[in-house]
């Protein structure tokens, strides 16, 4: 990106507003991979960095790929283009995934999950939040299977965003708060159930007291989520990779959203195509696979130990996958 790593955080650091740097402990226990340089982004902030000097076309949601030949997009809008290479990094739902390998589906791992987001006013941030956040800028607590975490999207001078997260183990074919095949716009749709557990809740300390207060929480947008993991066939990535179409991050190998590590993983797959295309061009692009595919079977593996390490859990480590 060429710049200084001070000048990177004071735009992209999720507490920049208040003179931040995004601070991670990292000897908690929903992390993983983390070095002590590690620091936390704003999303947007940071999409905003990385757009500066392209081109970027809005309005085009992607319809589908022509395949044959030179790989041609297709767009809601009626436009379509052609490529001489594609790269697909559309998420866990990727259409280009659903289209061409139609078997490739997501697994949904059995965890409840559920998300909000809130804005804190300065002085209650400061009088109930700030000595948690003290050096960092997520904290989290588990009670029993349940985790709790809490984390800062953003800050200002007159409020602080932040992110909730209540989950746990799924608790049998009968808990009404695991939905494994929900569609996706149920999301928004949560279970008094779900207001019940929170309210059942014992000796939290603040901030998690205030956030997790079942009253404030009707009030407020939630999201029930779901665990998301695939890992593609390496063979038919490499097939698809032979017509210069090219899956990867979460299109191709996500890891679930609690414990996973799914938007590094998307920039280290963008890095190291970089690197080999740039070395070795386009003509075998396939090939790139071979070098990248043992990274993402790590990294489920990895994951799922650590989805069951936030919630107190143990899981088996698979020989092969």
């Not at 300065?122 to 985790?147: C, H, I, M, P, Q």
């Amino acid at each position: 990106l060429n710049i200084e790593e001070s000048t990177f955080k004071s735009r992209v650091a999720v507490d920049a507003g208040i003179d931040g740097s995004g601070n991670i402990n990292t000897q908690g226990y929903g992390y993983r991979n983390l070095e002590a340089s590690s620091f936390r982004v704003h999303r947007g902030k940071f999409e905003e960095l990385l757009r500066e000097g392209l081109d970027i076309r809005w309005e085009h949601t992607l319809e589908g790929v022509k395949p044959q030949g030179s790989p041609t997009l297709t767009f809601a809008n009626g436009v379509s283009t052609t490529s001489d290479v594609v790269i697909c990094v559309e998420g866990p739902h990727s259409v280009i995934r659903r289209q061409l390998l139609p078997s490739e589906n997501p697994d949904i791992l059995p965890y409840v999950a559920f998300n909000g987001k809130r804005r804190v006013p300065r002085k209650v941030f400061n009088d109930v939040y700030a000595t948690a956040f003290k050096d960092t800028s997520v904290v989290e607590v588990r009670l029993g299977d349940v985790a709790l975490n809490i984390s800062i999207n953003e800050a200002n001078e007159e409020q602080i965003g932040i992110s909730w997260i209540y989950s746990r183990p799924a608790r049998g074919s009968s808990d009404a708060l695991h939905k494994p095949n929900r569609p996706k716009a149920a999301a928004k749709d949560i279970p008094q159930d779900f207001f019940t557990e929170v309210q059942e809740l014992k000796g939290l300390s603040q901030p998690f007291i205030d956030v997790f207060d079942a009253r404030k929480l009707r009030n407020e947008r939630i999201l029930h989520w779901l665990m998301r993991s695939i890992l593609v066939s390496k063979d038919k990535l490499k097939e698809l990779g032979q017509k210069k179409i090219v899956l990867m991050g979460d299109a191709a190998h996500a890891e679930q959203i609690i414990g996973g590590g799914g938007a590094n993983g998307a920039i280290r797959d963008g890095e190291t195509l970089a690197e080999w295309i740039a070395e070795k061009g386009t003509s075998d692009l396939a090939s790139w696979y071979d070098e990248t595919y043992l990274s993402w079977q790590e990294g489920q593996v990895k994951s799922q130990t650590s989805i069951a390490g936030i919630h107190g859990q143990r899981v088996a480590e698979k020989e092969n996958l």
